[in-house]
């Protein structure tokens, strides 16, 4: 049983939990993740370690109510008890000094890029990050992506706060500026990366993503995460998250995304039909 050390809610629909898990705060390094379950009768998910304090024994989860699972998460206080974390999973990020490095972090990735982004900068990096969200009201992390970072854009689709657009447009405005890039790193909704994959590959620029297909196992026993990458098969949960983004199958990544979609449905209407019984 992991205990619940703070829940802050950064945004609507965005929480983050601080867990007491001292055997993974030790070990972890960034890019990694957790899988967790929350009780008994849960299913296991796959979670990004967004930050972690050895000192305190705890690691740092952002999860996003995108679903039942998640949006039961959301109803976990401080006290509150996650029956199984599970790490960390997963390769840490690839971290050396390639030179300028630009983070994009799509909603909820914004917390996803934070210890990438602090390692990038610890070992020398010029870090530039663009942090996209919908609008306003979902913006969070903001000044602590500041402190890891050299730039900062924020960027909303709808113009209300930062730049107006995508996360993609801002990088192309860095492109066209003629600035010297060495990597790009993206974590986020998949059609965000896809979109990103696209634009830097006729450039040429090195562009590394964090896939999310779905998880079960998290340890390479199943196959349920597998991807294509360069033609060949690869279990995101062992082989990455991370890969050339230039080289993995986005739209096949994208159709397995949605095979669950209508269970997905029910049970989360079942869930939703239960608490107000209670
Ligand atoms: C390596 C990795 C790291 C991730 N890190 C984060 C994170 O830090 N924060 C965050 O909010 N989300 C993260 N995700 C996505 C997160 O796992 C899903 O949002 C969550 O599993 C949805 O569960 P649900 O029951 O709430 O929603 P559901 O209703 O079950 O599903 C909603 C959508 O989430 C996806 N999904 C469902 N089940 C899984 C699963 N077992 N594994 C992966 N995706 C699934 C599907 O696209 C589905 O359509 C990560 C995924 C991966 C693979
Ligand atoms: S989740 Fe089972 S092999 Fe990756």
């Not at 296991?44 to 000192?55: E, G, W, Y």
């Not at 974390?85 to 990020?93: A, I, N, Q, R, W």
């Not at 689709?157 to 192309?172: E, I, R, V």
């Not at 634009?199 to 090195?206: A, F, H, R, V």
């Amino acid at each position: 049983m992991y205990k619940i050390l703070r829940k802050e809610r950064l945004a609507p629909g965005i929480n983050l939990f601080e867990v007491h898990a001292p055997k993974i705060a030790k070990h972890a390094k960034p890019g990694q993740f957790v899988i967790i379950r929350l009780h008994e009768r849960g299913e296991r998910i796959p979670l990004t370690i967004a930050d972690f304090d050895i000192s305190k024994g705890s690691i740092t989860i952002v999860a996003q109510e995108v679903g039942k699972t998640t949006k039961e998460l959301g109803t976990y206080e401080e006290g509150d008890y996650i029956l199984d974390v599970l790490g960390p999973l997963g390769k840490p990020s690839h971290v050396e000094k390639f030179g300028t490095v630009v983070m994009v972090g799509g909603g909820v990735g914004v917390a996803e890029i934070y210890p990438v982004a602090r390692a990038m900068k610890e070992i020398g990096n010029y870090v530039i990050s663009i942090l996209g969200f919908r609008t306003k009201d979902l913006v969070f992390w903001e000044d602590k992506l500041r402190e890891v970072s050299d730039e900062v854009i924020v960027t909303t689709n709808d113009g209300s706060y930062g730049m107006k657009g995508f996360t993609t447009h801002a990088l192309q405005k860095l492109i066209e500026e003629g600035r010297k890039i060495d990597l790009v790193h993206a974590v986020g909704p998949t059609i965000m990366m896809k979109a990103v994959a696209e634009l830097t590959k006729p450039y040429g620029i090195k562009t590394v993503a964090s896939l999310n297909p779905i998880m079960v196992d998290g340890t390479g026993m199943c196959g349920a995460c597998r991807v294509t990458v360069g033609g060949e098969i690869k279990f995101a949960c062992v082989d990455g998250p991370e890969f050339d983004a230039h080289l993995v199958d986005w739209d096949e990544l994208m159709k397995r995304l949605t095979y669950y979609k209508e269970l997905e449905r029910i049970s989360l209407e079942k869930w939703e039909r239960e608490r107000r019984m209670v």
